[in-house]
Each structure stands twice: as C-alpha cells, then as structure tokens.
C-alpha cells in the first residue's frame, strides 16, 4: 500500500471560499446598502449570477417603498389631509409591496419560504401567548 504525500493531503483539506456578491454599480448608495444587508442574512452562496438582477429589483423597490411610506407619513400629517394625494401614495404603496412579495418568493427570502408547514405549526403550538378563548 502507497503512503499518501503531503502535498495530496494538503489538496484534500483545501476549502473553497465563496465571497458575497457585490452590489452593481448602477446601484445608488441606498440601495447597494440594502443589497449588502440581504446578501449578508443569507448563506455566502445564495444568491448565484442569474438571481443578480431580481437582488437589484428587490433593493430598488425596497428604497422606493421607504420613500412613499415617508410621503404618506408628511401627508398623515397635513391638516387637512389631501385624501386624493393619499390615495395616490397608497396605490403606489401597494404596488412596491406587491413587487418585494413576488420578488422575495423568487429568491426564496421571505418568511414564507424558510419555514415548512411543520416547524409554522410547531412555533406556534410553542407560544407563550395565551388565547382570550384558552
């Protein structure tokens, strides 16, 4: 029986080392943060070339659903309220959230995606919450 050198023992034990992605240059500042925040909550492998451009999707309508909830937020607080212009910002509100829905679905990044339909069950059969009807 051959003994095993140490440069083939060396090879054996290499790790490979996956780097994060980076967020693309077209990108603005806040947006490439939040790129950075959600490619740092999932495993470094995660997020391959081909889902790059729904991870830029993701953070831009992120930053833009930040912006119209605080255009909300200034026209909550006019006196009176421009009901037409809320209405305006709501819409525009619902459709930023409806795009980061279907767009976290995709990459598998939201609550719904992480969680199987045993371990939802268990959580909560474990809550320490108790019901008004318990």
């Given at each position: 029986?051959?003994?095993?050198?140490?440069?083939?023992?060396?090879?054996?034990?290499?790790?490979?080392?996956?780097?994060?992605?980076?967020?693309?240059?077209?990108?603005t500042p806040d947006q490439s943060d939040e790129w950075a925040a959600v490619a740092s909550a999932m495993?470094?492998?995660?997020?391959?070339?081909?889902?790059?451009?729904?991870?830029?999707?993701?953070?831009?309508?992120?930053?833009?659903a930040r912006r119209i909830g605080q255009l909300v937020d200034q026209e909550m607080s006019r006196d009176p309220v421009d009901i037409v212009s809320l209405d305006k910002?709501?819409?525009?509100?619902?459709?930023?959230?409806?795009?980061?829905?279907?767009?976290?679905?995709?990459?598998?990044?939201?609550?719904?995606?992480s969680y199987t339909t045993q371990k939802a069950g268990t959580q909560k059969a474990g809550r320490a919450v108790k019901r008004p009807w318990e």
């Open positions: 029986m051959a003994r095993t050198s140490a440069a083939a023992l060396e090879v054996q034990g290499a790790v490979a080392i996956v780097r994060r992605p980076e967020p693309p240059l077209n990108l495993p470094a492998d995660w997020f391959t070339r081909e889902t790059h451009s729904l991870l830029a999707q993701w953070c831009r309508h992120t930053c833009d910002l709501l819409a525009m509100q619902a459709r930023e959230t409806s795009s980061m829905k279907a767009l976290a679905s995709a990459m598998r990044i939201s609550q719904q995606a």
